[in-house]
């Protein structure tokens, strides 16, 4: 019987050899680079060019990033990329396989030296990308990247090809391709940067540029009103058209992605328009025209160049109005910055040429609320919503929206895992997923141990964001709110759910100071980095909010202290880059809020999760929601219950759902039964930004409350879907009214019973 054997690349006593084989793009030299640190790192030797080589590499012609890894019968490693890309994947795989992770520059995670390296030569692995393009936005990056490289990395050239090139060397290590660049007032365009281009070319990375930013042009760093006059293609077409026009003859022979369409300056409306009719016959004439441009100076072929229109705000109505967008065009639809997408891809829109698109936010500067300090949006709602984006035939371009992605690690991580494969993260895996990833950071006991502390991390940060602690709001009228900002004043908490946080958030500090001890010593930054430092720092934040002057003041300076090492960690490789308080709003100041009183709760709390029966197609998944399980309903779907009313009389039905929006222009309703009553529909549609929805999106939860009647005995509530979007969190039934309370008060027993292992 033949037994498989071990293909040996490393033994621990001369150099891996490799060959490259005929020729290959510049990131391939790249990748090979970082390739060969790596193993450097892990054997202690760095690799070598051989003819008798155990590593074989080749790039292939194909069109898409995809790699396959085997073994040939040389008895060689063969790395075969479908393109250039696909090959520095396959290598950086390589990487992986050999303990490396991605994050070994931007999380100081020091990979552990190794004696051995082999590879079983039955093993065939095999990519091919879900998503053609996947990448990140650099936005907002005023408290934190751009801080860094200016003062810290690259002082000489601001955000440009040093900084840039740690970013990309990132993107490739998640197999990424694509970047919108960094665009705020006080960076420069990124192609007005020496060096930046060139860089971005030889790493393989196409540049974009977000909804309001067409044909790779900054508007706010790169429009001059003294040299061109208005920003206004109506009255000053000609001056608009030689600015677009510049940035495509730079850029010609690079590989692209260009956004077409038109806003003002800065994620304004477009000037010189007005009337309904206006808006619409004003950014055809602009696609039209944008159109023949790429035609002109960039490439002929104008239908096989990449391009992205974004429907984005006002630009929706404009679309629905009649805008015709060129069929080869992908239509991206975005999230209503808080991680909810608003639309997708109809049936029709489904069979464009183009595909779909999705811009998606793990940071926002805004209202009601900016989040611009920790990363804490729940993996469970990064995976609901994506995955409907792919199903929705949404598979062209996915972009997230990062102030910093060595904060946004694992989310960031996550969002581009399932855009490389939509089959690696299934709604019962995201546990999975998060504490495969804690074990290649830190080790697998310490990765192991700390799994289900993270996971009560999210599920903390999801009842409430540490951003969102003082319940305060930031964009509001001005002539009532100085600088539109409200104080921190009364909060939303009761004492008992204030001091359950409190108990909730030491506990966990605890096990992340037991896990700190199983770490390797060298692992110590990237510990503080990536756990210590948003652990601890959201746990202050909390007691800052809710208790004493004294005690709150000491947590106000505890989190100047936590700040202050982590832009200390690795020497000082990180000056500048954590901000305690982004834009410094109130929030963030040495305040304290007044609490609700206790009112003791003697009804009846229920997660979605917990139900007695569902139909076919409902689904749990795992940390969303308050629950942490959160329950999806398909249209039609239903979830049922069973409870115990202890005595008779009016009551009110709290139903959590959570706050989704219409992926089309319908509806968003659900009903409500009781035994054999009659349904009660309620609907969860709200218009943008309206009370009801910043209340939801602060809340991660949209409340709607029902009155009811029961009588003493057992009962069954009923709850079923009629539009699609549907996912149910929590319920609850009180039998007193107007009772004010934050946390439905469900015992959660997820962390409880491993917290003090």
């Given at each position: 019987?033949?037994?498989?054997?071990?293909?040996?690349?490393?033994?621990?006593?001369?150099?891996?050899?490799?060959?490259?084989?005929?020729?290959?793009?510049?990131?391939?030299?790249?990748?090979?680079?970082?390739?060969?640190?790596?193993?450097?790192?892990?054997?202690?030797?760095?690799?070598?060019?051989?003819?008798?080589?155990?590593?074989?590499?080749?790039?292939?012609?194909?069109?898409?990033?995809?790699?396959?890894?085997?073994?040939?019968?040389?008895?060689?490693?063969?790395?075969?990329?479908?393109?250039?890309?696909?090959?520095?994947?396959?290598?950086?795989?390589?990487?992986?396989?050999?303990?490396?992770?991605?994050?070994?520059?931007?999380?100081?995670?020091?990979?552990?030296?190794?004696?051995?390296?082999?590879?079983?030569?039955?093993?065939?692995?095999?990519?091919?990308?879900?998503?053609?393009?996947?990448?990140?936005?650099?936005?907002?990056?005023?408290?934190?990247?751009?801080?860094?490289?200016?003062?810290?990395?690259?002082?000489?050239?601001?955000?440009?090809?040093?900084?840039?090139?740690?970013?990309?060397?990132?993107?490739?290590?998640?197999?990424?391709?694509?970047?919108?660049?960094?665009?705020?007032?006080?960076?420069?365009?990124?192609?007005?940067?020496?060096?930046?281009?060139?860089?971005?070319?030889?790493?393989?990375?196409?540049?974009?540029?977000?909804?309001?930013?067409?044909?790779?042009?900054?508007?706010?760093?790169?429009?001059?009103?003294?040299?061109?006059?208005?920003?206004?293609?109506?009255?000053?077409?000609?001056?608009?058209?030689?600015?677009?026009?510049?940035?495509?003859?730079?850029?010609?022979?690079?590989?692209?992605?260009?956004?077409?369409?038109?806003?003002?300056?800065?994620?304004?409306?477009?000037?010189g328009v007005k009337t309904k009719q206006e808006k619409l016959e004003g950014l055809q004439q602009v696609i039209d025209d944008?159109?023949?441009?790429?035609?002109?100076?960039?490439?002929?072929?104008?239908?096989?160049?990449?391009?992205?229109?974004?429907?984005?705000?006002?630009?929706?109505?404009?679309?629905?109005s009649g805008l015709r967008v060129p069929d080869d065009v992908t239509l991206m639809w975005c999230d209503d910055n808080y991680?909810?997408?608003?639309?997708?891809?109809?049936?029709?829109?489904?069979?464009?040429?183009?595909?779909?698109?999705?811009?998606?936010?793990?940071?926002?500067?805004?209202?009601?609320?900016?989040?611009?300090?920790?990363?804490?949006?729940?993996?469970?709602?990064?995976?609901?919503?994506?995955?409907?984006?792919?199903?929705?035939?949404?598979?062209?371009?996915?972009?997230?929206?990062?102030?910093?992605?060595?904060?946004?690690?694992?989310?960031?991580?996550?969002?581009?895992?399932?855009?490389?494969?939509?089959?690696?993260?299934?709604?019962?895996?995201?546990?999975?997923?998060?504490?495969?990833?804690?074990?290649?950071?830190?080790?697998?006991?310490?990765?192991?141990?700390?799994?289900?502390?993270?996971?009560?991390?999210?599920?903390?940060?999801?009842?409430?964001?540490?951003?969102?602690?003082?319940?305060?709001?930031?964009?509001?009228?001005?002539?009532?709110?100085?600088?539109?900002?409200?104080?921190?004043?009364?909060?939303?908490?009761?004492?008992?759910?204030?001091?359950?946080?409190?108990?909730?958030?030491?506990?966990?500090?605890?096990?992340?100071?037991?896990?700190?001890?199983?770490?390797?010593?060298?692992?110590?930054?990237?510990?503080?980095?990536?756990?210590?430092?948003?652990?601890?720092?959201?746990?202050?934040?909390?007691?800052?909010?809710?208790?004493?002057?004294?005690?709150?003041?000491?947590?106000?300076?505890?989190?100047?202290?936590?700040?202050?090492?982590?832009?200390?960690?690795?020497?000082?490789?990180?000056?500048?880059?954590?901000?305690?308080?982004?834009?410094?709003?109130?929030?963030?100041?040495?305040?304290?809020?007044?609490?609700?009183?206790?009112?003791?709760?003697?009804g009846i709390a229920h997660n979605a999760c917990d139900y007695k029966k569902a139909s076919d197609g409902c689904q749990p998944?795992?940390?969303?929601?308050?629950?942490?399980?959160?329950?999806?309903?398909?249209?039609?779907?239903?979830?049922?219950?069973?409870?115990?009313?202890?005595?008779?009389?009016?009551?009110?039905?709290?139903?959590?759902?959570?706050?989704?929006?219409?992926?089309?222009?319908?509806?968003?309703?659900?009903?409500?039964?009781?035994?054999?009553?009659?349904?009660?529909?309620?609907?969860?549609?709200?218009?943008?930004?309206?009370?009801?929805?910043?209340?939801?999106?602060?809340?991660?939860?949209?409340?709607?409350?029902?009155?009811?009647?029961?009588?003493?005995?057992?009962?069954?509530?009923?709850?079923?879907?009629?539009?699609?979007?549907?996912?149910?969190?929590?319920?609850?039934?009180?039998?007193?009214?107007?009772?004010?309370?934050?946390?439905?008060?469900?015992?959660?027993?997820?962390?409880?019973?491993?917290?003090?292992?």
């Amino acid at each position: 019987m033949y037994v498989a054997a071990d293909i040996v690349w490393f033994d621990g006593t001369k150099p891996i050899s490799y060959q490259v084989v005929g020729k290959t793009d510049p990131v391939v030299k790249i990748a090979l680079q970082m390739w060969s640190d790596d193993m450097e790192q892990v054997t202690g030797m760095r690799p070598v060019s051989s003819q008798k080589a155990s590593i074989r590499i080749i790039q292939g012609k194909g069109s898409d990033d995809g790699f396959k890894l085997s073994v040939n019968k040389q008895g060689q490693i063969v790395v075969e990329g479908h393109n250039g890309r696909g090959t520095a994947y396959g290598l950086l795989e390589l990487s992986r396989m050999a303990g490396v992770s991605p994050w070994v520059w931007w999380g100081d995670v020091v990979p552990e030296k190794r004696a051995r390296l082999v590879f079983d030569e039955t093993t065939q692995i095999e990519h091919t990308p879900s998503v053609a393009y996947r990448g990140i936005f650099i936005n907002d990056e005023d408290w934190s990247l751009r801080r860094w490289s200016t003062k810290h990395f690259e002082p000489a050239a601001p955000m440009g090809p040093k900084t840039y090139k740690a970013i990309f060397q990132l993107l490739l290590r998640l197999r990424a391709n694509a970047i919108w660049p960094a665009m705020h007032e006080g960076t420069p365009g990124f192609f007005t940067v020496k060096g930046n281009k060139e860089m971005a070319d030889s790493c393989g990375i196409l540049i974009g540029t977000s909804h309001c930013e067409p044909l790779l042009r900054n508007n706010v760093a790169e429009w001059d009103h003294q040299q061109r006059g208005a920003y206004n293609y109506i009255t000053n077409r000609q001056q608009v058209q030689q600015y677009w026009m510049e940035r495509l003859q730079q850029v010609k022979g690079s590989e692209e992605l260009f956004t077409i369409g038109m806003r003002g300056i800065h994620d304004g409306s477009m000037e010189g328009v007005k009337t309904k009719q206006e808006k619409l016959e004003g950014l055809q004439q602009v696609i039209d025209d944008q159109r023949e441009l790429i035609r002109k100076y960039y490439r002929r072929d104008v239908e096989n160049v990449p391009q992205v229109f974004i429907p984005y705000k006002e630009v929706l109505e404009i679309y629905e109005s009649g805008l015709r967008v060129p069929d080869d065009v992908t239509l991206m639809w975005c999230d209503d910055n808080y991680g909810y997408m608003t639309r997708l891809s109809d049936a029709e829109q489904q069979q464009r040429q183009g595909g779909g698109g999705v811009y998606y936010h793990l940071s926002y500067w805004g209202r009601p609320h900016d989040y611009l300090w920790l990363t804490t949006t729940q993996p469970g709602l990064i995976y609901s919503e994506m995955k409907a984006a792919y199903d929705h035939n949404c598979k062209k371009l996915w972009i997230v929206n990062v102030h910093d992605p060595k904060v946004a690690a694992y989310d960031l991580e996550f969002f581009l895992d399932m855009a490389w494969d939509i089959n690696t993260i299934q709604p019962l895996t995201i546990n999975q997923h998060l504490e495969r990833w804690l074990c290649t950071q830190f080790g697998d006991e310490a990765g192991k141990k700390l799994a289900p502390a993270m996971r009560e991390f999210y599920r903390l940060c999801a009842i409430r964001k540490p951003e969102f602690m003082g319940w305060t709001q930031v964009e509001l009228d001005k002539k009532i709110y100085p600088g539109g900002k409200s104080r921190v004043t009364d909060i939303g908490l009761t004492r008992q759910e204030a001091a359950e946080r409190l108990e909730a958030f030491g506990r966990l500090k605890a096990i992340v100071d037991k896990c700190r001890m199983l770490v390797r010593p060298e692992l110590s930054d990237a510990y503080e980095a990536h756990i210590a430092y948003p652990v601890y720092a959201a746990a202050a934040m909390t007691r800052k909010i809710v208790s004493d002057s004294a005690t709150s003041h000491l947590a106000y300076e505890e989190i100047a202290t936590l700040t202050h090492r982590y832009n200390a960690l690795a020497n000082g490789k990180w000056m500048g880059l954590m901000d305690a308080a982004p834009r410094q709003l109130p929030v963030f100041e040495d305040v304290r809020g007044r609490l609700y009183d206790d009112e003791p709760f003697n009804g009846i709390a229920h997660n979605a999760c917990d139900y007695k029966k569902a139909s076919d197609g409902c689904q749990p998944i795992q940390m969303l929601g308050h629950s942490m399980n959160a329950v999806a309903i398909p249209r039609s779907g239903e979830l049922v219950y069973e409870f115990e009313a202890q005595r008779e009389g009016e009551a009110t039905l709290y139903t959590a759902m959570i706050p989704t929006q219409p992926h089309d222009k319908g509806d968003l309703r659900y009903s409500i039964q009781i035994d054999n009553g009659e349904p009660v529909v309620i609907s969860l549609k709200e218009k943008f930004r309206s009370e009801f929805w910043k209340v939801s999106v602060l809340r991660g939860q949209a409340l709607k409350q029902t009155p009811v009647k029961l009588s003493k005995g057992s009962h069954t509530l009923k709850v079923k879907a009629l539009d699609d979007h549907i996912i149910m969190d929590q319920w609850m039934l009180d039998f007193k009214k107007d009772r004010k309370f934050y946390v439905i008060p469900v015992k959660n027993s997820l962390f409880e019973s491993v917290a003090l292992q």
